[in-house]
């Protein structure tokens, strides 16, 4: 994972401790500097601001602006600066850029950025997000290697909790979402087929629907917006709070105890809410089928068997086998990728549920034309 600039406070008495660690890099965006300047301006106002940078892997003028604005408010407020915890060619730079005062009409007023500028910027976004989503899956691919080998570490006990939350809590949402789909499927069909006196045939309608693609599709969407946010949320409380820093420090890889049970409990759990799903769906429908065109259960389920093959089913599971990993991937991704404020949290638990459903829906399509040339 790409390491990323953090910054942290640490007030003792009229003192306080400014912490830089990480990579500052300007590809990388600056952290506001919107906490220390609270901090400064807290009252009591502080007498003294030092800082330590001794997990400051990487920097470049990043630093210098950031600390040029932290020296511009001490100063405003009559604070000493101790810039004794610096690096020293940061130092150095820090001085040189304070020796000359800023000329009137130096800085250059800010224009748009042409179509051009933009373009290219979000070209090097894109191919450093890549880099990172490869990355990223790359280094899963090894901790799966490790799994399968019995050397990867994790708590079981975790992995059993995140299996229940996963699974048996979510059979609520599943079973309102597949009975109320089955129940809109069989009814659309029932409106058109029953025009040319082939009512019967909706059982075909929901059985094949449900089984093949909207057992397994609908029941992704529900966990993407459900389990997958609320793995980028706890990773990315997780990143807030050092937490996951602090499993590096202790030795441990956080993707195998953190992300590797998440992953696992997901792939478990999605074959078997699919199977659910699909039975929910069929009931929905066959609801329909004897309320609306009089239909009765034993004709209903006779012609769902007669309809629906093995393959049909065997189709649909392993395409929410798949979806699942999508699923855990995206969340945990954009987990680890959660910058470090509080808002940082809610945007990776949006980011992974957009990131979800549209892997959901681009591998549903790749599925497709795949069981269509393999005519399946």
């Given at each position: 994972?790409?390491?990323?600039?953090?910054v942290?406070?640490?007030?003792?008495?009229?003192?306080v401790l400014?912490?830089?660690?990480?990579?500052w890099?300007?590809?990388?965006?600056?952290?506001?500097?919107?906490?220390?300047?609270?901090?400064?301006e807290r009252?009591?106002?502080?007498?003294?601001v030092?800082?330590e940078?001794q997990?400051?892997?990487?920097?470049?003028?990043?630093?210098?602006?950031?600390?040029?604005?932290?020296?511009?408010?001490?100063?405003?407020?009559?604070?000493?600066?101790?810039?004794?915890?610096?690096p020293?060619?940061?130092?150095?730079l820090?001085?040189?850029?304070e020796?000359?005062?800023?000329?009137k009409?130096?800085?250059?007023?800010?224009?748009?950025?042409s179509?051009?500028?933009r373009?290219?910027?979000a070209?090097i976004g894109?191919?450093?997000?890549?880099a990172?989503?490869?990355?990223?899956?790359?280094?899963?691919t090894?901790?799966f290697?490790?799994?399968?080998?019995?050397?990867?570490?994790?708590?079981?006990?975790?992995l059993?909790?995140?299996?229940?939350q996963?699974?048996?809590?979510?059979?609520?949402?599943?079973?309102?979402?597949?009975?109320?789909?089955?129940?809109?499927?069989?009814?659309?069909?029932?409106v058109?087929?029953?025009?040319?006196?082939?009512?019967?045939?909706?059982?075909?309608?929901?059985?094949?629907?449900m089984?093949?693609?909207?057992?397994?599709?609908?029941?992704?969407?529900?966990?993407?917006?459900?389990?997958?946010a609320?793995?980028?949320?706890q990773?990315?409380?997780?990143k807030v709070?050092q937490e996951?820093?602090?499993?590096?420090t202790?030795?441990f890889?956080?993707?195998?105890?953190?992300?590797?049970?998440?992953?696992?409990?997901?792939?478990?759990?999605?074959?078997?809410?699919?199977?659910?799903?699909?039975?929910?769906?069929?009931?929905?429908?066959?609801?329909?089928?004897?309320?609306?065109?009089?239909?009765s259960?034993?004709?209903?389920?006779?012609?769902?068997?007669n309809?629906?093959?093995?393959?049909?089913?065997?189709?649909?599971?392993?395409?929410?086998?798949v979806?699942?990993?999508?699923?855990?991937?995206?969340g945990?991704?954009?987990?680890?990728q959660?910058g470090?404020s509080?808002?940082?949290?809610g945007?990776?638990?949006?980011?992974?549920?957009v990131?979800?459903?549209?892997a959901i829906?681009?591998?549903?399509?790749?599925?497709?034309?795949i069981?269509?040339?393999?005519g399946?």
């Amino acid at each position: 994972m790409v390491e990323q600039s953090q910054v942290s406070l640490q007030r003792s008495g009229d003192a306080v401790l400014v912490r830089l660690s990480g990579a500052w890099r300007l590809r990388g965006g600056l952290p506001s500097d919107a906490t220390v300047r609270h901090e400064l301006e807290r009252s009591p106002q502080p007498a003294r601001v030092s800082f330590e940078a001794q997990t400051l892997t990487q920097w470049d003028s990043s630093v210098l602006t950031f600390l040029v604005a932290i020296s511009a408010l001490c100063r405003q407020r009559g604070i000493d600066m101790d810039r004794a915890g610096l690096p020293a060619g940061v130092r150095r730079l820090l001085n040189l850029a304070e020796a000359v005062s800023e000329r009137k009409g130096a800085r250059k007023e800010a224009a748009d950025a042409s179509l051009l500028e933009r373009i290219g910027a979000a070209t090097i976004g894109a191919t450093a997000s890549l880099a990172e989503i490869l990355s990223f899956l790359g280094e899963m691919t090894i901790t799966f290697v490790r799994l399968f080998g019995m050397k990867a570490r994790y708590r079981a006990s975790d992995l059993f909790l995140l299996i229940q939350q996963c699974g048996a809590e979510a059979l609520p949402i599943v079973t309102l979402i597949s009975f109320l789909v089955g129940v809109i499927l069989a009814f659309v069909g029932a409106v058109q087929l029953k025009q040319f006196g082939a009512q019967i045939y909706v059982a075909d309608l929901v059985g094949i629907a449900m089984m093949r693609e909207m057992g397994a599709m609908m029941t992704a969407i529900i966990m993407a917006g459900r389990t997958g946010a609320a793995f980028a949320a706890q990773l990315g409380t997780m990143k807030v709070t050092q937490e996951v820093d602090a499993f590096t420090t202790a030795g441990f890889s956080p993707l195998e105890f953190l992300v590797l049970p998440r992953a696992v409990a997901l792939i478990l759990m999605m074959p078997l809410l699919c199977l659910y799903s699909d039975f929910v769906g069929v009931l929905g429908g066959a609801t329909i089928g004897v309320g609306m065109l009089d239909i009765s259960w034993t004709a209903y389920f006779r012609e769902t068997a007669n309809a629906v093959g093995l393959t049909d089913v065997i189709g649909g599971v392993f395409k929410s086998s798949v979806y699942g990993v999508l699923i855990a991937l995206a969340g945990c991704l954009r987990g680890l990728q959660c910058g470090n404020s509080s808002s940082a949290v809610g945007d990776a638990a949006t980011s992974a549920v957009v990131t979800g459903i549209v892997a959901i829906i681009v591998a549903c399509g790749t599925f497709a034309v795949i069981f269509y040339v393999l005519g399946i």
